[in-house]
């Protein structure tokens, strides 16, 4: 059972290796761990504020670490796209060269989306909390924004 076991992830593990020598940027950026909702309305008031806060700056942090990383993904895919067309331009294009440049142009543009979609859930994640923490009615009204 175990072999077995060992097996399979050695598979997995092996499969998905082509994919991660795809990109020169590395891994996107780990997304901060923002307290929930319930979990600031368990907090004293000085707590949530100051998890508020923590959650602010994480993001922050985090956002820049994901521009970073964008700029990677745009300047892979401009020196991509520019061998792309190099190739293509040969007497006899490679036509496997020309399909690995497009996958990684592929997965260039997947890892992007991806990234964009992480910042779309961290921004509303944050709104949320944020928004809860305004509706308090023991917190300090002047982080909030005026309705």
């Not at 992830?9 to 780990?30: D, F, K, M, Q, R």
């Not at 300047?75 to 294009?93: C, Y």
């Not at 779309?120 to 309705?147: G, W």
Request: net charge negative.
């Amino acid at each position: 059972m175990l072999k077995r076991w060992g097996l399979a992830c050695t598979i997995a593990v092996l499969s998905a290796a082509p994919a991660w020598a795809e990109t020169s940027c590395g891994y996107e950026p780990i997304a901060p761990a923002l307290p929930s909702v319930a979990e600031l309305g368990e907090k004293s008031a000085t707590e949530a504020m100051q998890a508020k806060h923590m959650a602010f700056e994480d993001i922050k942090t985090w956002q820049s670490s994901l521009k970073d990383y964008r700029s990677c993904l745009d300047s892979d895919q401009a020196d991509v796209k520019r061998q792309l067309q190099s190739t293509k331009s040969q007497p006899q294009p490679d036509a496997e060269k020309i399909k690995h440049l497009q996958d990684q142009l592929t997965g260039d543009g997947q890892a992007y989306d991806k990234s964009t979609d992480s910042e779309e859930k961290i921004v509303n994640d944050f709104h949320a909390l944020s928004t809860a923490y305004c509706a308090r009615s023991d917190t300090d009204k002047t982080t909030c924004p005026k309705s």
